[in-house]
């Protein structure tokens, strides 16, 4: 330990004496290491496991049920029609099921003296949603019948039409009809949204209204997602009964014996459906985890991996550029480091200080990265604003950037120090 504050105050004093020089150094690092903290961030936020707990388990509904025989409809879709949903919701097989699709309405809580509407965006789905999802209750709980005016409310709405209250049993007009609260939502940043990765959705926060499908489809709440059809439609209720495809679907399957029956129960369905002449198609229903969905819709943007590559690369030129000036102080001060072997330092004793001297250097460089690394971040999210409220330096991060801004200093100052220990002393004495 005496060694060690010897070695500390030798070292503060020569960052003192060399205070530009090691400046320098450490902002060089420091940039680096900035940079690939931003990208890191936001690459390790969109590559996130929605739901950890069991995203083994949970699988998007992707069938084979198109009427026609078009070559861009030959594989499965993730999106089906009104029929197809009731099936899969028919199913006793799956531990939890839901349906969905999104739309967008204007809504009022209905004893507000003010006539002013706010938009929100609508998840019309069924009660297994929220078991599917782990969706946290703040308040009350889900509706139970299919055609019920009755909804459940996000945190973020609750907050703006109650200021957070328990708004269970208040009403809300929602287009111009009442509609009762049965449950509100906790704060609930659920990202990727796996329930919705297509059309670029996966970032997007989660809804403020969830309601019964099936009242939705009544009320004439428009379908604002993709949708397909081989068949025209006057309405959102006129979709039931034909070829418009745009319901979306998802089940917990908690057993490899549970995805069997469930496969082979969509299989039938489909075949079923052949025999009966209403489409053509080879029977190819597939089921997808929530990661394999996420990677199949590639949540994860490229520009963002080939971003981190590159700052990746720009971090290893900025730890030889700061190698090459490390090299270039311990070449000027090679008498200082001759005169100390010849009054009996070692080669160890040399090597353990300078190692004391990058330490330090390593820990003012970590602390200027993490504040570089949230400048660039924010720089960044102005390219990808959908990551806005999911990009954040957490404690994960700020470890993963202290222990890189503390090895990174280390790499750059071990050939150096590898030359200091090296020299002749007669040599450079002379």
Known sequence: MEMFSYYLKLSVRNLQRNWLFFSLMTLTLAVGVGVLLANVTILKSMANDPIPQKS????????????????????????MRHSDARHILASDIPTHKMVHYQSWVYTRDINSTSLARVGASVRATTPGFFGLTDAPFAYGGSWTQANAQEVVIGEDLNQQLYHGANSVGNNIEID???????????????????????????????????????????????????????????????TRGKDVFYIQAFVQLDTKQQQDNFQNYLDSYSQSLKDAGQHPLDINNKLFDVNTWLKRNEVVDQRIVAFALATVLFLTVCVFNASSLLLARYHGAKFETALRRAVGASRREIFYQGTVESLIIGIVCAALAMILGWVFLKLSINVFPHLEDVAQIDGEMLVIGVTIALLTTFISALYPLLRACSIKVLTDLK
């Open 176 to 238: 111009g009809k009442p509609f009762t609260i049965v449950g509100v939502l906790k704060k609930w940043n659920l990202k990727p949204l796996f329930y919705h990765a297509t059309e670029q959705q996966a970032f997007n926060k989660t809804d403020d209204i969830f309601a019964p499908i099936e009242t939705a489809l009544t009320n004439e709440w428009g379908i604002n997602a993709r949708s397909s059809s081989t068949q025209s439609f006057s309405s959102p209720s006129d």
């Open 56 to 79: 083994s388990r949970v699988f998007s509904v992707n069938l084979s049920t198109w009427p026609n025989s078009p070559s861009n409809h030959e594989q499965p879709m993730h999106i």
